[in-house]
């Protein structure tokens, strides 16, 4: 082992939960493009509709994401104030419960769709956040690792969600409004 394997970890402890949450990935676009549509996923308890009802879990789990950034750039001592680490624990359990409905209503109700580009690309980032989701969980337990590893995962789970919360509530909320 060399010294630049030794202090930043060696890559291999990484190909496995790479490889399962890619498998989660395609998994996924496979079923939301093999899956016949319902049109019917999950009842909007307490919404106007199904889209109102992912538009706000997604808001709450887009939000939840920041506190997730800030709290583990406060882990990593990389700003001047302490967050707990159970804030970051807590934030990212509860916006990954969140986004639960929403993939399950997505997948399920609607599949995987390519027919307008911003549906394609939300279909696709839906995809990619729950196989990037899946690799940072299986990363963590781990040791020996390279040290970006799990900021470079969080920032890619960061950037999909963003991505999500971009190509679905946000055009919700500008083109249809804000409903509940």
Not at 57 to 80: P, R
């Amino acid at each position: 082992m060399t010294a630049v394997e030794h202090r930043s970890g060696s890559f291999a402890p990484l190909l496995l939960p790479l490889l399962i949450g890619g498998l989660v990935m395609v998994a996924l676009g496979v079923y939301g493009r093999a899956h016949t549509p319902t049109g019917f996923a999950i009842g909007p308890a307490g919404f106007s509709g199904a889209l109102a009802m992912k538009s706000w879990l997604t808001t709450g789990a887009f939000v939840l994401a920041f506190v997730q950034v800030i709290s583990a750039l406060s882990m990593w001592g990389k700003i001047g104030v302490r967050i707990p680490a159970s804030v970051h624990r807590w934030s990212g359990r509860i916006a990954f419960v969140l986004t639960i409905p929403v993939a399950f209503h997505c997948l399920y109700a609607l599949g995987l769709q390519y027919d307008v580009p911003r549906v394609m690309i939300h279909s696709l980032l839906g995809c990619f956040f729950y196989g990037v989701f899946t690799a940072k969980m299986l990363v963590l337990p781990k040791r020996g690792l390279p040290g970006w590893s799990l900021p470079v995962l969080g920032g890619l789970a960061f950037t999909a969600l963003v991505g999500l919360w971009l190509t679905s509530s946000f055009w919700f909320f500008t083109t249809i409004g804000v409903k509940v």
